[in-house]
């Protein structure tokens, strides 16, 4: 009965002292006082009375914000300062003996390495050089954290807070930046516009010279081709008179006209030259008689 309870009792102990590591996670075991090994994920058991957790290391990045820190810049200007820092374990066993309180060590170690690169800057510098100063410090204090076990994977600048009157200067100054780059661009656009009032009246005044060139090359064109077609009708015209003409005389020819019928004529043509402005009239001798005979034959001709 004795060994029964014996027995029993060794094994609530024994299952009392299984421990199970979980995951991104390691205990740090010490036996007898002394550091004994590191247990990763798993199964794992402790001798009772003899072996002891000493403590338990969590393996995932962390980040610690830290609150702002006095700084002063070499021009002698000081300003709040907030960091952040994202770090992870990599040896628990040099996490665990390395250092004591490790967060507080980080975060002395990082005030003194921010007043260190800060205090070789001046305050334009400080504000513009952010990346300059996170990689000096994650640098640094990625160095100086090796024997404790921790690895230093990124350091930000959260904020930088200069004096009150440090910023109303500043505001005054971006102030007056954007006021003189908001009259710059003002004025590239009016000058802009009067280019292209310029160049569109430049080009109104081309395109009304060259519709006035045309209009006066159709017009001259018209003007032509009216007097083309002026000189060709007059000609046609001469021409139709000039072949009546040649007919007239040709059927005379033919009908063998007499000298009175051409008498006759002659005296037609002396009334059309009377019809004119001249107010005098010089007739041949032998017209004249001709003229005598040809008004007695045509009184001849009425009476019949």
Do not use: C, H
């Amino acid at each position: 009965m004795i060994i029964y309870i014996i027995l029993v009792l060794f094994l609530v102990l024994i299952i009392a002292n299984i421990r199970i590591v979980p995951q991104a996670q390691a205990y740090v075991v010490e036996r007898l006082g002394a550091y004994y090994k590191t247990w990763n994920v798993g199964l794992n058991v402790k001798i009772p009375f003899i072996d002891r957790i000493e403590k338990k290391v969590t393996l995932k990045e962390q980040v610690v914000d830290f609150k702002p820190q006095p700084v002063i810049t070499k021009d002698n200007v000081t300003m709040q300062i907030d960091t952040v820092v994202y770090f992870q374990i990599t040896d628990p066993k040099l996490y665990t003996y390395g250092v004591d309180y490790p967060m507080s060590a980080i975060e002395n170690l990082t005030a003194t390495t921010l007043r260190n690169i800060v205090g070789d800057l001046e305050l334009d510098q400080t504000l513009t050089s952010r990346d300059t100063v996170n990689t000096k410090m994650r640098s640094i204090l990625d160095e100086a954290t090796d024997p404790w076990g921790i690895k230093i994977n990124r350091v930000e600048l959260k904020n930088i807070l200069p004096p009150r009157e440090i910023q109303d200067a500043m505001e005054k100054q971006m102030k007056a930046e954007r006021e003189r780059r908001e009259s710059i661009l003002k004025a590239e656009g009016e000058k802009r516009s009067a280019i292209l009032v310029a160049e569109g009246q430049k080009e109104a005044q081309i395109l009304n010279a060259q519709a006035d060139k045309e209009a006066a090359i159709l017009l001259a064109e018209a003007k032509k081709e009216a007097q083309i077609r002026e000189a060709e009708g007059q000609a046609e015209a001469i021409l139709k008179v000039q072949e009546a003409t040649a007919e007239g005389i040709k059927r005379i020819n033919e009908s063998n006209p007499q000298n009175a019928y051409l008498t006759i004529k002659a005296l037609e043509s002396l009334e059309k030259v009377a019809d004119g402005k001249s107010t005098k009239i010089v007739i041949p001798s032998e017209i004249q008689g001709i003229a005598g005979l040809a008004a007695g034959l045509k009184e001849i001709i009425k009476e019949d």
